[in-house]
């Protein structure tokens, strides 16, 4: 069965410092790894995928994450925060071998970043 | 150029009324879904579908049916509404090869009373 799991429910960050948006992932075939962002009161916005290839995306607004097949993680990341980027973030997973197509989240990780 | 549209934006129920929430999409994709968001437990998928005429259940199906007679519509009914049901519901749609992120209307933000 799939599952993600996001281990911090809030991650603090000082503007102008990096973050770390932590996921880990599990599935039976090769996953299709997603981020999510969501403003309050609005729904998600896409950030970034990674399907196959480099290990390194890059997506929206300066983030990128990083695929880690052999700890099967795929933290988001950002070199210099904004306190626009406080918002609650998504990670979601999707199993390539799968023709259901089922996308399934991680509770969330509200991102907080302080001026 | 719509996307996915949802309606109501906000609904109050009584226990016990049954409702429909609505989903459009322009996009002609095949995939579409239904999840709802609870504090704490990120999206949980309801009800998903592959094409019309096709649809399966997801994690929490319990209390909602859901029906796809055409390609852009994907309706959710609320057979006999409960408090636990008091949730945000967001439908999402996705081309037929899924690998280039879904798109998700703006939810219904729904009240169980």
């Known amino acids: 069965a799939q599952s993600v799991a996001q281990p911090e429910d809030q991650v603090n960050v000082a503007e102008g410092n990096p973050l770390t948006v932590k996921c880990t992932y599990s599935v039976s075939g090769n996953p299709y790894l997603f981020w999510y962002v969501q403003y309050p009161n609005r729904g998600l916005q896409f950030l970034l995928k990674?399907?196959?290839?480099?290990?390194l995306v890059k997506g929206s607004y300066g983030f990128e994450a990083e695929f880690n097949k052999s700890q099967t993680s795929f933290h988001l990341k950002k070199p210099s925060a904004l306190v626009s980027d406080s918002a609650l973030y998504f990670c979601?997973?999707?199993?390539?071998?799968?023709?259901?197509?089922?996308?399934?989240f991680g509770q969330g990780t509200t991102l907080q970043v302080k001026p | 150029n719509a996307g996915v549209t949802q309606t109501p934006k906000f609904q109050v129920l009584k226990t016990g009324q049954s409702m429909t929430l609505q989903c459009a999409q322009d996009m002609n994709h095949e995939y579409m879904s239904w999840y709802r968001q609870d504090p704490g437990m990120g999206l949980r998928l309801i009800h998903y579908?592959?094409?019309?005429?096709?649809?399966d259940q997801g994690e929490v199906p319990n209390g909602y049916n859901v029906s796809r007679s055409t390609t852009e519509d994907f309706p959710l009914r609320l057979l006999s509404a409960a408090p636990s049901q008091t949730s945000v519901y967001f439908c999402?749609?996705?081309?037929?090869?899924?690998?280039?992120?879904?798109?998700f209307g703006s939810g219904t933000r729904l009240t169980v009373v």
């Open positions: 579908s592959v094409g019309a005429g096709i649809t």
């Open positions: 999402a749609s996705s081309s037929h090869d899924r690998i280039y992120g879904y798109t």
């Open positions: 990674y399907i196959t290839g480099d290990n």
């Open positions: 979601a997973v999707r199993d390539s071998s799968s023709n259901t197509g089922k996308l399934i």
